[in-house]
T-cell receptor, first 112, second 108 residues
Framework: SQTIHQWPATLVQPVGSPLSLECTVEGTSNPNLYWYRQAAGRGLQLLFY??????ISSEVPQNLSASRPQDRQFILSSKKLLLSDSGFYLC???????????FGSGTQLSVL | SQQGEEDPQALSIQEGENATMNCSYK?????LQWYRQNSGRGLVHLIL?????REKHSGRLRVTLDTSKKSSSLLITASRAADTASYFCATDTNRLAFGKGNQVVVIP
């Protein structure tokens, strides 16, 4: 069966520090991969999605970047965090774009 | 991208009652999905209804879709305390766009 792993679960980082969040999927090949951010009490904002290795689409210009070095690995990064980068980050995958999403357990990021 | 908007945004009911949530959207869709999120956790997919479908059932869940009104409803029958969560609708045009969610509290 397919599983998705996302870590760390919580992270507290100072302003200006770098960020690296990792997400891996097991049990499937060539998944579509997504990074979402959820502000407190808000809906989900799609940040990046990828349909294949090295293929990244950005939905919102911002301080973050994403990479997909392997088929089932998706990384969210920042060189210098801002206070506004705080939030709950969720990785997800799907078989096809627009179809059912399977979410990871999320990373609560606090930038202080 | 368009987003679904859930209504009401907060709902408090007694265990055993039915809970109904609505979602409205603005443009044509391929499908509409409902997800559930427990506090501090990832979202879990509940049900997907395609644009050519009008109603779908899954256990105690019933989803309707009215494309002429650009709206959907999620009904949870015989609610349980464990149904306490946030519920999100998501619309697919080219990619999924999520609404802000509906907080449901089921009181034992």
């Amino acid at each position: 069966s397919q599983t998705i792993h996302q870590w760390p679960a919580t992270l507290v980082q100072p302003v200006g520090s770098p960020l690296s969040l990792e997400c891996t999927v097991e049990g499937t090949s060539n998944p579509n991969l997504y990074w979402y951010r959820q502000a407190a009490g808000r809906g989900l904002q799609l940040l990046f999605y990828s349909v294949g290795i090295g293929q990244i689409s950005s939905e919102v210009p911002q301080n973050l970047s994403a990479s997909r070095p392997q088929d089932r690995q998706f990384i969210l990064s920042s060189k210098k965090l801002l206070l506004s980068d705080s939030g709950f980050y969720l990785c997800a995958w799907s078989v096809r774009v627009g179809e059912k999403l399977f979410f990871g357990s999320g990373t609560q990021l606090s930038v202080l | 991208s368009q987003q679904g908007e859930e209504d009401p945004q907060a709902l408090s009911i007694q265990e055993g009652e039915n809970a109904t949530m609505n979602c409205s959207y603005k443009t044509s869709i391929n499908n509409l999905q409902w997800y559930r999120q427990n506090s501090g956790r990832g979202l879990v997919h509940l049900i997907l209804i395609r644009s050519n479908e009008r109603e779908k059932h899954s256990g105690r869940l019933r989803v309707t879709l009215d494309t002429s009104k650009k709206s959907s409803s999620l009904l949870i029958t015989a609610s349980r305390a464990a149904d306490t969560a946030s519920y999100f609708c998501a619309t697919d045009t080219n990619r999924l766009a999520f609404g802000k969610g509906n907080q449901v509290v089921v009181i034992p």
